[in-house]
């Protein structure tokens, strides 16, 4: 099971993001989103006995930092308005080291839910998202290999299924998380956009196909990706976004 935990800083003040897998980052070296993601050996028994937070104090649930620094180079949605990250320090101690700061970024960078509203007008703001809807057991499925060799590679529904044929039916609520493998990239935005000469980027996402799946049969709480978009760049438009954001989902 995924349980995002918390912020809390090595300096001054923070900031929290929802996250999930891969998806954990912290905000230069003064602000540290500590955000833990909560794995149990994923197998049929254990789907059968949802983990709970008492698991983690009787030492058989392995916590995994997935934190990441981010700054003003972090890979970011490509854009006119991207200025990504801004920074100020408010009081200093005497090494200049901050002791308060104040930053900026867009909503959409480094780790970052995207409540309903995002992709569907009249729809759920982060606020009113309740928590049980931000909480679910993570099923991560990794096509890591084949993203290796075709970076727009969609996940399908056969996909879902394979890892389910491994692991048991998805259960209600189920955060599924694409491993697409691009978190190995960071920091490198270069790399995470992946342009090609025709300045088109190229990273994998979700296939709509899929993402309709999990909704309709699956009855999921949301997915989750480690790269730029839960829609892959080639995709048209933002259709992934607008199945899963639409029925009123996380992504
Ligand atoms: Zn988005």
Same mark, same amino acid.
């Given at each position: 099971?995924?349980?995002?935990?918390?912020?809390?800083?090595?300096?001054?003040?923070?900031?929290?993001?929802?996250?999930?897998?891969?998806?954990?980052?912290?905000?230069?070296?003064?602000?540290?989103?500590?955000?833990?993601?909560?794995?149990?050996?994923?197998?049929?028994?254990?789907?059968?006995?949802?983990?709970?937070?008492?698991?983690?104090?009787?030492?058989?649930?392995?916590?995994?930092?997935?934190?990441?620094?981010?700054?003003?180079? %972090?890979?970011? /949605? =490509?854009?006119?308005?991207?200025?990504?990250?801004?920074? #100020?320090?408010?009081?200093? $101690?005497?090494? *200049?080291?901050?002791?308060?700061?104040?930053?900026?970024?867009?909503?959409?960078?480094?780790?970052?839910?995207?409540?309903?509203?995002?992709?569907?007008?009249?729809?759920?703001?982060?606020?009113?998202?309740?928590?049980?809807?931000?909480?679910?057991?993570?099923?991560?499925?990794?096509?890591?290999?084949?993203?290796?060799?075709?970076?727009?590679?969609?996940?399908?529904?056969?996909?879902?299924?394979?890892?389910?044929?491994?692991?048991?039916?998805?259960?209600?609520?189920?955060?599924?998380?694409?491993?697409?493998?691009? %978190?190995?990239? /960071? =920091?490198?935005?270069?790399?995470?956009?992946?342009?090609? #000469?025709?300045?088109?980027? $190229?990273?994998? *996402?979700?296939?709509?196909?899929?993402?309709?799946?999990?909704?309709?049969?699956?009855?999921?709480?949301?997915?989750?990706?480690?790269?730029?978009?839960?829609?892959?760049?080639?995709?048209?438009?933002?259709?992934?976004?607008?199945?899963?954001?639409?029925?009123?989902?996380?992504?």
């Amino acid at each position: 099971m995924q349980f995002t935990i918390f912020k809390s800083l090595k300096h001054p003040s923070t900031l929290m993001f929802k996250t999930n897998r891969h998806f954990i980052f912290s905000i230069t070296s003064y602000l540290i989103i500590l955000t833990a993601l909560l794995t149990s050996n994923c197998n049929k028994a254990n789907l059968d006995s949802p983990d709970h937070f008492e698991r983690l104090f009787s030492g058989d649930m392995e916590v995994i930092d997935l934190t990441y620094t981010v700054g003003k180079t %972090s890979p970011y /949605w =490509p854009g006119k308005r991207g200025n990504p990250f801004v920074y #100020d320090t408010l009081f200093a $101690h005497k090494s *200049g080291a901050p002791a308060m700061g104040s930053y900026f970024v867009p909503e959409h960078f480094g780790t970052h839910l995207d409540a309903p509203i995002h992709s569907a007008d009249s729809m759920k703001s982060v606020d009113q998202l309740t928590s049980s809807e931000l909480f679910g057991p993570a099923a991560v499925i990794d096509v890591s290999a084949i993203c290796s060799s075709d970076p727009d590679y969609r996940l399908k529904k056969v996909d879902i299924l394979a890892w389910e044929k491994l692991y048991g039916k998805l259960p209600k609520g189920a955060i599924i998380l694409m491993y697409t493998g691009w %978190s190995k990239k /960071w =920091p490198d935005y270069n790399a995470y956009i992946n342009e090609d #000469d025709n300045g088109q980027m $190229h990273f994998p *996402g979700f296939s709509p196909e899929a993402a309709q799946f999990l909704i309709n049969e699956r009855n999921i709480n949301g997915i989750g990706i480690d790269n730029l978009s839960v829609d892959a760049a080639i995709a048209n438009g933002f259709p992934v976004h607008g199945i899963v954001n639409g029925a009123g989902k996380i992504q």
